[in-house]
């Protein structure tokens, strides 16, 4: 069963090329070049602080800002996903 929170859109602010954010169904996305070829994502809850995904857990290389925008929304589907199945 599809959770409607996790199909919402997610709008991302700042620079796109550099470091850039949104803010989600109670989540923060973030997304920063770490240097030319590597990039670091990350999703955590609004209210906690807690992380809920980051790059460093991940497997996956990322090496632009669209590949770790779409790591980092990936993650924050699917968490509310879970939360939504769990309920």
Known sequence: MTNSKSAQPIAWTG???DDCTAE???LM???EAMSRTDWWW???D?????PV???YDASLRVTNGKKA???AEKAAREWVAR???EK
């Open 24 to 26: 989600w169904n109670g």
């Open 42 to 44: 990350a999703v955590s």
């Open 83 to 85: 939360a939504g199945d």
């Open 46 to 50: 609004i209210e906690t602080k807690e």
């Open 29 to 31: 996305l973030r997304a």
């Open 15 to 17: 620079d796109l090329s």
């Open 69 to 71: 925008r779409r790591a």
């Open 53 to 55: 995904a980051v790059s």
